[in-house]
T-cell receptor
Framework: GENVEQHPSTLSVQEGDSAVIKCTYS??????FPWYKQELGKRPQLIID?????GEKKDQRIAVTLNKTAKHFSLHITETQPEDSAVYFC?????????????FGKGTLLTVNP | GAGVSQSPRYKVAKRGQDVALRCDPI?????LFWYQQALGQGPEFLTY????????KSGLPSDRFFAERPEGSVSTLKIQRTQQEDSAVYLC????????????FGPGTRLLVL
């Protein structure tokens, strides 16, 4: 089955700096890649997603890039703010029908220091 | 509108007890997923429903775990004869249609088995 690796496990940045989190996946048939933000004790919230027919997607300070050949995708957060502090999870799925269960990475704890 | 809700939010059970965890998906959402999130880990897939049909239960860790969605809306995850290793947060997620990959998560039920 699908396996998703996520790095780093922890990331500490100064407010205003950029943060980058990287993920690799194993199943070349995967075609949907969401990123979730989870604050302590809260539900995972979708912040951005990308599908395999797109190489990059941006939403304000957040961007995601996908390299299907290398089977990796990355989350980029610019101008970080203290409220960006949380655990971020990448995930992958085959998409469609009964195959779009998500396989998650182990998460990255992002700390933005004021 | 109302998001995915889950109850109870916290559950303490003695080893060997049966527990039932409830998920109320977003109204009208066709697809419903259950995930298990161990402390410090990413969510792991348990089972998937499309309306009332359980199409994938490959992630259920043992035959002590059972899920149902009899009317295609509310779902219940039941764990029989709970063990300490069942301690985790159980997350429910729903999607509006079968072909829609975006999953909206509930707040989870934190289960502690003593």
């Amino acid at each position: 089955g699908e396996n998703v690796e996520q790095h780093p496990s922890t990331l500490s940045v100064q407010e205003g700096d950029s943060a980058v989190i990287k993920c690799t996946y194993s199943d070349s048939a995967s075609n949907y890649f969401p990123w979730y933000k989870q604050e302590l004790g809260k539900r995972p919230q979708l912040i951005i997603d990308i599908r395999s027919n797109v190489g990059e997607k941006k939403d304000q300070r957040i961007a995601v890039t996908l390299n299907k050949t290398a089977k990796h995708f990355s989350l980029h957060i610019t101008e970080t703010q203290p409220e960006d502090s949380a655990v971020y999870f990448c995930a992958a799925s085959l998409g469609g029908g009964s195959n779009y269960k998500l396989t998650f990475g182990k998460g990255t704890l992002l700390t933005v220091n004021p | 509108g109302a998001g995915v809700s889950q109850s109870p939010r916290y559950k303490v059970a003695k080893r060997g007890q049966d527990v039932a965890l409830r998920c109320d998906p977003i109204s009208g959402h066709v697809s419903l997923f259950w995930y298990q999130q161990a402390l410090g880990q990413g969510p792991e897939f348990l089972t998937y429903f499309q309306n009332e049909a359980q199409l994938d239960k490959s992630g259920l860790p043992s035959d002590r775990f059972f899920a149902e969605r009899p009317e295609g809306s509310v779902s219940t995850l039941k764990i029989q004869r709970t063990q300490q290793e069942d301690s985790a947060v159980y997350l429910c997620a729903s999607s509006p249609v079968a072909e829609e990959e975006t999953q909206y998560f509930g707040p989870g039920t934190r289960l502690l088995v003593l």
